[in-house]
């Protein structure tokens, strides 16, 4: 990608809003081009391959890098995962949005899932899955009340049983 194009890009981040306060954050996160990378649907259950599996490892590993940080619900699809992470409060001890050379701010949910997608890339290309890669951005959604959170738990608990309708699956993506 030339990196012109990636200063052009605009935010789709709620503009003025600290992603490091503690809350609630539903994210999707998808492979590149939408492509069935992960496992596939089988009797309507979710058959992870060996990029899955590795998805889900260091999915379950994000508390152990960012302590603020835990999971809730979660699931993996062909091209995409669904979770709910929950930031909490970093403490006093924590320094926080320290500006760095590759952040602009530590402990945000940006930084977070920019690490998972960045260890997952690794460890393929440790696994001999030289060819996955994540889509460049991911959608988050900032829950806003209880009613709302199980909500999503419930979507992302029944997401197996709607693939067919899903909007990230490739054969319900127009041409």
């Not at 789709?12 to 992960?38: A, M, N, W």
């Not at 995409?80 to 760095?100: A, E, F, M, Y």
């Not at 999503?152 to 899903?166: A, K, M, P, T």
Request: aromatic share 10%; proline share 5%; net charge positive.
């Amino acid at each position: 990608m030339n990196p012109k194009n990636r200063q052009c890009r605009k935010s789709i981040r709620l503009k003025d809003y600290d992603y490091s306060q503690p809350g609630e954050y539903f994210v999707t996160i998808c492979t590149h081009s939408h492509k069935c990378v992960l496992g596939e649907i089988i009797q309507g259950g979710m058959q992870l391959n060996i990029v899955g599996k590795i998805v889900e490892k260091c999915w379950r590993e994000i508390p152990k890098h960012f302590p603020n940080v835990e999971l809730d619900e979660y699931i993996i699809m062909p091209n995409h995962i669904h979770g709910i992470i929950i930031l909490h409060d970093h403490g006093r001890d924590v320094q926080l949005n320290v500006p760095t050379r590759l952040s602009p701010r530590r402990w945000t949910l940006s930084v977070i899932i920019r690490t998972f997608k960045g260890a997952v890339t690794t460890e393929c290309l440790r696994n001999k899955c030289n060819k996955f890669r994540w889509q460049l951005r991911f959608y988050e959604h900032i829950v806003r009340n209880d009613k709302e959170l199980n909500s999503i738990r419930d979507y992302i608990g029944n997401n197996i049983l709607q693939w067919s309708f899903d909007t990230e699956n490739p054969q319900n993506i127009p041409l």
